[in-house]
């Protein structure tokens, strides 16, 4: 009798385990989420271009944060658009791009892995970088949350 208990009770345990540990693990959305980030993706690339950093601050949760590296943590819409308007002063508007997507999450949060390329007016790379983004559904709709990246190392040119 005292063994079934042991073996109830670790049973009990481990099924605990799983139950709470299995929604943790990432897995991929559901294709309606990945296509909706992706929208959303263009959205922000179209406010870009037309330089909208108004719009871009619109695309943020209310208290969406950019993760800058090097910088400190800028929190909220307003704040992201003046952030990227102070950034991107004097400047004619360029584009970005998104690619190399990775996703993971539900049909309540979504996190992108993906790589970014800024051009300006001319088609001239500016930038290359990868980035992390989380999206959460916010009165049901996708709403940049966070937005953490980083360049990709420059590639130096052979001396010899």
């Given at each position: 009798?005292?063994q079934?208990?042991?073996?109830?009770?670790t049973?009990?345990?481990?099924?605990?385990?799983?139950?709470f540990?299995?929604?943790a693990?990432?897995?991929a959305?559901?294709p309606?989420?990945?296509?909706?980030?992706k929208a959303?993706?263009v959205?922000w690339?179209?406010?870009?271009?037309?330089?909208?950093y108004?719009?871009?601050?619109?695309?943020y949760?209310?208290d969406?944060?950019?993760?800058p590296?090097?910088?400190?943590r800028v929190?909220?819409?307003s704040?992201i658009a003046?952030?990227?308007?102070?950034g991107y002063?004097?400047?004619?508007p360029?584009t970005v791009?998104?690619?190399n997507?990775e996703?993971?999450?539900?049909?309540?949060?979504?996190t992108e892995?993906?790589d970014?390329?800024?051009r300006d007016?001319?088609?001239k790379?500016?930038?290359?970088g990868?980035q992390i983004?989380?999206f959460?559904?916010?009165?049901?709709?996708?709403?940049?949350?966070?937005?953490?990246w980083?360049?990709?190392?420059?590639?130096?040119?052979?001396?010899?």
């Amino acid at each position: 009798m005292q063994q079934f208990r042991r073996f109830t009770a670790t049973l009990v345990a481990c099924s605990s385990f799983v139950a709470f540990a299995v929604p943790a693990v990432a897995g991929a959305p559901q294709p309606q989420a990945e296509a909706a980030i992706k929208a959303e993706n263009v959205r922000w690339a179209d406010a870009f271009a037309r330089g909208d950093y108004e719009a871009i601050g619109r695309l943020y949760t209310n208290d969406g944060a950019l993760l800058p590296p090097g910088g400190d943590r800028v929190t909220g819409g307003s704040t992201i658009a003046a952030y990227f308007a102070k950034g991107y002063a004097g400047e004619k508007p360029g584009t970005v791009s998104f690619s190399n997507y990775e996703f993971y999450g539900n049909d309540r949060s979504v996190t992108e892995v993906s790589d970014a390329e800024i051009r300006d007016h001319h088609g001239k790379l500016i930038y290359r970088g990868k980035q992390i983004l989380l999206f959460l559904k916010e009165d049901g709709a996708w709403k940049l949350h966070r937005d953490m990246w980083n360049d990709y190392a420059t590639q130096k040119s052979d001396s010899r």
